[in-house]
């Protein structure tokens, strides 16, 4: 995957997580509030492998 796939994916993670995340406090739901800061780590990782790709290119 190239830099811009992984930074794309990496958004829509973050950002799934973060609903997910949210839904789960409202709704007292831990486990659900867990798997959305789990999705948002996941998109941050993502988001770390797209920067590196950019700087070293999609060689990697």
């Given at each position: ?14 950002a799934a997580g ?43």
């Amino acid at each position: 995957m190239g830099e811009m796939t992984d930074k794309a994916k990496a958004a829509g993670n973050k950002a799934a997580g973060s609903v997910k995340e949210a839904v789960g406090k409202n709704n007292n739901d831990p486990d659900l509030e867990a798997e959305g800061q789990a999705q948002q780590a996941k998109g941050d990782a993502q988001d770390v492998a797209g920067s590196v790709k950019g700087k070293m290119g999609n060689d990697i």
